[in-house]
């Protein structure tokens, strides 16, 4: 069992110190969502393939902890042992400090309630025969939350806030734009107000020009409920709008995890820097972006050393002998042999500036 990560960086209550010079005042923010050491397994016909292994966590009150990394890294199996659609192979999950794993029926559905999840494809999520305002009642039906009436203005209430007119509440999903289904969405994974939301790729599927206003509602939401965001994109350039704190994956492992101006600014480690350097940039001055070489090694049949080494620029053959430990380096955690002197020289010249 690996510790939980608090080693050396700010929390996702302990924003770095902010431009003005001031500290955030909220670093006892309480922990609303804890991973310890969680690993997930599944059986696949070529043996067992490790989708998740000792990935550790805190996720406070009203803070962003994004998850990055390629396809298929383990982002959306987190997603799902978080909100307890499946359960861990191995390791412990907490939510508002209660040991998940161990519970059962009634009482984990229970738990289950106080973290949704937004997916990238809203209609994944709405029963496109079933009305706004349906949907919306539904979780507070269910859960016999309010009277009818009660119920049906806490709907209107939430397709106010969430920017769409109370009178289309009689529509379907098919009579609203893609970046309105995803508001839709977020008003029903909110019906039930849970301290936490597992968003994954929540604007991946929406054109360039709505993903910003759906990001701005997230923010706004955030504040106003105090949410905490569990917030999965592959894309840096959303990260970096909404991240206070960003753990970046490399084959089911945490390759680096820190606050977001450290990681984004200065990757210490090789797969970070890579990441970044893939990113095409909005500034047209800076460099084009360097495609990342090479494929992930099968989850089924993972290297024994460092996971990164056949694609790493600065592979030693240490790397391939000894897998490097998740430790506290410049104030995040980094699993790389060499994090120390990996400064990036091209830091903050890519992508997400
Ligand atoms: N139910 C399953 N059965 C077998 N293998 C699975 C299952 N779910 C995920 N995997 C495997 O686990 C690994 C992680 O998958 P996951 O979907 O979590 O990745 P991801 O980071 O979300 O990728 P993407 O960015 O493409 O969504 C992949 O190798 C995937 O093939
Ligand atoms: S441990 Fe070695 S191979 Fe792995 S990221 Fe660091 S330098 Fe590269
Ligand atoms: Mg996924």
Same mark, same amino acid.
């Given at each position: ?20 010079? *001031? ?7 309480? $922990? !609303? ?18 989708? =998740? ?11 962003? /902890? ?6 298929? #890294? ?46 990238? %494809?809203?209609?994944?999520?709405? %029963?496109?025969? @079933? ?11 269910? %859960? ?37 289904? @995803? ?12 301290? !936490? $939301?597992?968003?994954?790729?929540? =604007? ?6 709505? @993903?910003?206003?759906?990001? %701005? /509602? /997230? ?34 492992? $945490? ?10 600014? @200065? ?17 047209? +001055? ?11 090694? *099968?989850? $089924?049949?993972?290297?024994?050393? #460092? ?10 053959? =240490? ?5 490097? +430990? ?9 699993? #790389? ?17």
């Amino acid at each position: 069992m690996t510790t939980v990560p608090d080693a050396g960086f700010p929390g996702p209550g302990q924003r770095p110190v902010q431009q003005d010079g *001031s500290a955030h005042d909220e670093a006892d923010a309480a $922990v !609303v969502l804890e991973a310890r050491g969680l690993g997930r397994d599944y059986a696949v016909p070529r043996g067992m393939l490790r989708a =998740v292994d000792e990935v550790s966590f805190r996720l406070r009150r009203g803070r962003t /902890l994004a998850v990055v990394g390629e396809s298929g #890294c383990g982002k959306s199996t987190l997603a799902r042992m978080a909100t307890l659609l499946e359960r861990p192979s191995r390791g412990e999950l907490l939510l508002a400090g209660q040991e998940t794993t161990a519970l059962h029926g009634r009482a984990r559905r229970a738990l289950g309630l106080s973290v949704q999840m937004v997916f990238q %494809n809203p209609f994944g999520a709405l %029963n496109p025969r @079933q009305s706004v305002g349906a949907t919306l009642r539904e979780p507070l039906a269910i %859960n016999r939350r309010g009277t009818r009436p009660e119920q049906a203005e806490a709907a209107r209430e939430m397709m106010r806030r969430v920017g769409l007119r109370p009178e289309q509440e009689a529509r379907t999903p098919h009579a609203f734009s893609g970046g309105q289904r @995803q508001r839709i969405a977020i008003a029903r994974a909110l019906m039930l107000r849970p301290p !936490v $939301v597992v968003a994954d790729e929540p =604007v991946s599927a929406l054109d360039v020009s709505i @993903q910003a206003q759906v990001l %701005n /509602l /997230l923010l706004d939401l955030q504040s106003e409920f105090g949410l905490a965001y569990l917030f999965i994109s592959h894309d840096l350039a959303v990260v970096r709008h909404v991240a206070d704190e960003v753990m970046v994956m490399y084959l089911g492992r $945490v390759a680096e995890h820190g606050p977001a101006a450290a990681v984004l600014r @200065q990757p210490r480690h090789p797969y970070t820097q890579a990441l970044l350097a893939a990113t095409p940039s909005l500034d047209p +001055a800076r460099r084009a972006p360097v495609p990342l070489a090479g494929e992930m090694p *099968s989850p $089924v049949a993972p290297p024994s050393g #460092c996971a990164f080494a056949a694609r790493c620029p600065r592979a030693e053959p =240490v790397c391939r002998a000894e897998r490097p +430990a998740l430790r506290a380096v410049a104030g995040r955690l980094a699993s #790389c042999h060499f994090a120390e002197t990996t400064a990036s020289a091209t830091a903050g010249t890519h992508g997400v500036a």
